[in-house]
Nanobody, 117 residues
Framework: QVQLVESGGGLVQAGGPLRLSCAAS????????MGWFRQAPGKEREFVAS????????YYADSVKGRFTISRDNAKNTVYLQMNSLKPEDTAVYYC??????????WGQGTQVTVSS
């Protein structure tokens, strides 16, 4: 089993940066594609970014491309989301996720990001 714990959320002014971290338990972290999703009030959960097990393949949602950067440190069992130039529409609960072969196998508990205008 893999447990994911997000941290780093909080309140930030529009235009500012914030870095989220997702710490994973277990010895098989490096086998998983990792990623981030978010859910804003009244909206469905949406994909934000993902990174392959080795870090070689990265995807971003169009809404965050150029502003957000996903990275991982397998030695630390941690994935990061560096968010820059934040907008009020980025306000959401951000969830860390780990993919299995066909679906997402694990979710974190979520961390709140609030961007004020």
């Amino acid at each position: 089993q893999v447990q994911l714990v997000e941290s780093g959320g909080g309140l930030v002014q529009a235009g500012g940066p914030l870095r989220l971290s997702c710490a994973a338990s277990g010895r098989t972290f490096s086998r998983y594609r990792m990623g981030w999703f978010r859910q804003a009030p009244g909206k469905e959960r949406e994909f934000v970014a993902s990174i392959s097990s080795s870090g070689g393949t990265i995807y971003y949602a169009d809404s965050v491309k150029g502003r957000f950067t996903i990275s991982r440190d397998n030695a630390k069992n941690t994935v990061y989301l560096q968010m820059n130039s934040l907008k009020p529409e980025d306000t959401a609960v951000y969830y860390c996720a780990a993919w299995g072969p066909t679906s997402i196998d694990y979710w974190g508990q979520g961390t709140q990001v609030t961007v004020s205008s």
